[in-house]
């Protein structure tokens, strides 16, 4: 099992910045991708940013290119979502995913992941 814990969200005004960090526990070694997804009421949970444990590629949704970039810092198990340029339909729960080799899908896929953190809000205003 892996837990995973989000946090550093927060509010900000448009045009702000914040960073997300996960930290994971557990069978981490298990680990194979890792993605942020966020989620806000009356829309389905979508995929913002992914990579794999062991490779450089990272993956981004067309709405969050050039604002966002996911990175990892395998030593301390944490992965971390920096958001530039922050816009109110940025706002919603963001979540930590984390998948086994044996899980597949395409990335913004929630089916493709195994391990889910509880998520932390984040809200930006204009």
């Known amino acids: 099992q892996v837990q995973l814990v989000e946090s550093g969200g927060g509010s900000v005004q448009s045009g702000g910045s914040l960073t997300l960090s996960c930290v994971a526990s557990g069978n981490t070694d298990s680990i194979y991708r890792v993605a942020w997804f966020r989620q806000s009421p009356m829309k389905a949970r979508e995929g913002v940013a992914f990579?794999?444990?062991?490779?450089?590629?990272?993956t981004y949704a067309d709405s969050v290119k050039g604002r966002f970039t996911i990175s990892r810092d395998n030593a301390k198990n944490t992965v971390f979502l920096q958001m530039n340029g922050l816009k109110p339909e940025d706002t919603g729960m963001y979540f930590c995913?984390?998948?086994?080799?044996?899980?597949?899908?395409?990335?913004?896929?929630?089916?493709?992941?195994?391990?889910w953190g509880q998520g932390t809000q984040v809200t930006v205003s204009s």
């Open positions: 990579m794999y444990i062991q490779t450089p590629t990272t």
């Open positions: 995913a984390a998948g086994r080799f044996q899980d597949y899908g395409y990335w913004a896929n929630t089916q493709a992941y195994t391990y």
